[in-house]
């Protein structure tokens, strides 16, 4: 299991775990609850149509999971929408390294290799919720959002701009 996760596990250990979570949001400054949800920024934009549109998407089921981990929704709803973004995660992913491999990207390979690391992170996370007693931290919408961002803004970038300067070579 990797490190991401055991620490998201530990969190989720501690007793009364939404209590805890209402507890961090009203104990935190303001703008790190704002921080909790994710917005779509020109930054993120990758020029490419396709691929912006899934991201935009992908943003939307982030922010509908974190909001019912917030909100005290309940396992149930809880995991039909982590399911919703393992699909649509598997989707995007599957389109940008199709993608990728039209254009001869050399850095497929270890692109794909960290599309299957996240995808592994929120199989482990759904595990998780199915064998953990306790509410499901806000931890891991925290992991899945920072995650996205992260990806988005290196990994995704370089193959953008792989792409651009492809076709005006
Ligand atoms: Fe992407
Ligand atoms: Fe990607």
């Known amino acids: ?17 939404l209590v805890q979570n209402i507890m961090d949001i009203f ?18 934009s990758m020029n490419i ?3 912006d549109n899934q991201h935009k998407e992908i943003f939307g089921i982030i922010n509908n999971y974190i909001n019912c ?10 995991k039909y929408i982590l399911d ?16 990728m491999h039209q254009n001869e990207y050399p850095g497929l390979y270890s692109h794909k ?13 759904r595990n998780k919720i199915d064998n953990n007693p306790f509410p499901i931290s806000i931890s ?10 992260n990806h988005i803004l290196t990994s995704d970038k370089a193959y953008s ?9």
């Open 140 to 149: 891991t919408g925290d992991f899945i959002r920072k995650w996205t961002i």
């Open 1 to 17: 299991m990797s490190a991401g996760v055991s620490a998201i596990i530990q969190k989720e250990n501690r007793p009364f775990g």
């Open 27 to 44: 104990n935190s400054p303001k703008k790190d609850y704002v921080k909790s949800v994710i917005s779509w920024r020109t930054r993120y």
């Open 113 to 125: 290799h960290t599309h299957k690391y996240f995808i592994n992170e929120l199989l482990d996370i």
């Open 69 to 78: 981990i917030l909100k005290g929704f309940g396992k149930l709803k809880t």
């Open 49 to 51: 149509e396709s691929i």
């Open 84 to 99: 919703e973004l393992i699909q649509s995660c598997r989707d995007h992913f599957e389109h940008e390294e199709g993608l």
């Open 161 to 169: 701009i792989f792409m651009r300067l492809r076709q005006v070579a």
